[in-house]
């Protein structure tokens, strides 16, 4: 639910490009929207059947392995930018082709299908550790700072640090 939410928000709260438009939403953020929440739905609705069936592709999973990964790095790149993008094609790419590379780095790579539905469905991948810790550690931290900001405790605590430490050089 989490995953789906946040690939269903970035589109509609964080244009596409500086000079995208500010007012009214394009037909393009909608869609990558629409898209992002459908693929969280997914995997919410069929989880039971995910989990028993993990090793296999069937065509829903074909079909929606590859688009996910396009959405996430799509949300990627609009909130961090180009850098993790490439960082994460060069990875993703290595599972592809590790079979080419000499000895140190060959691996025997996998096929594309099978590598996007591991991206996508696996609990060792994106549904694991990432989406475990920004639900649950991430989001308190941002909820608490939000709070304490909200009433006051921010100004408090700035106003402490300077009382007691102003008259220093840095203070």
Known sequence: VFLGLIMGLVPL??????????????WYDALLSVTGVALGLYVVLFYPDIITTSGLTPLDRTIMG???IMVIL?????????????IVALFILYG?????????LYSRGAPWIRLANY???DPGALLG??????????LAFIFFGQVFFK????NLL??????LMGRFRGG
């Open 129 to 138: 550790l990432p989406v475990r810790i920004v639900g649950t550690t991430v």
């Open 96 to 104: 592809q082709f590790s079979s080419l590379l000499p000895e140190p």
């Open 119 to 121: 991206l996508y469905l």
């Open 151 to 154: 009433t006051g405790g921010a």
């Open 74 to 86: 799509e949300c990627c790149r609009r909130l961090l930018g180009w850098t993790l993008v490439v």
């Open 13 to 26: 709260l964080v244009p596409a490009t500086k000079t995208s438009p500010r007012e009214g939403l394009p």
């Open 66 to 68: 590859p688009i996910a």
């Open 158 to 163: 700035s106003d402490s640090a300077t009382s």
